[in-house]
C-alpha cells in the first residue's frame, strides 16, 4: 500500500516535522520515481542513498523555509 507524501511545514503540519516523517516522505518519493516498493539486492544500495541524499535536502528546504515572516527551525 501507498500512501501520499504529506507537507510537511507548519501550519500545515501542526509541529515540526520529524526526522521519521522526513525519511518516510523521501522513501515514499523514491519508491514512486523508481516504481519499486522495495529494491531488489542489486539494486538496494543504490535506492537507500537516494533516499538519505532526499532525506538531507528534505530536512534542509525545512530549516531555511521562511514561514509568515519567520525563519522555520527545526533541530538537527
Known amino acids: ?4 507524501i504529506k507537507t510537511l511545514r507548519p501550519p500545515v503540519l501542526p509541529e515540526e516535522a ?11 518519493y523514491v519508491r514512486k ?3 519499486f516498493r522495495a529494491p531488489a539486492a542489486h539494486n ?3 535506492f537507500e542513498r537516494a ?5 538531507e535536502a528534505t530536512a534542509e528546504l525545512l530549516s531555511g523555509l521562511e514561514i509568515r515572516g519567520q525563519t522555520a527551525r527545526r533541530a538537527g
Open 1 to 4: 500500500m501507498c500512501r501520499s
Open 18 to 28: 520529524t526526522e521519521e516523517d522526513i525519511r518516510a516522505a523521501a522513501l515514499q
Open 33 to 35: 520515481v523508481s516504481g
Open 44 to 46: 538496494r544500495e543504490v
Open 51 to 55: 533516499v538519505d541524499a532526499i532525506t
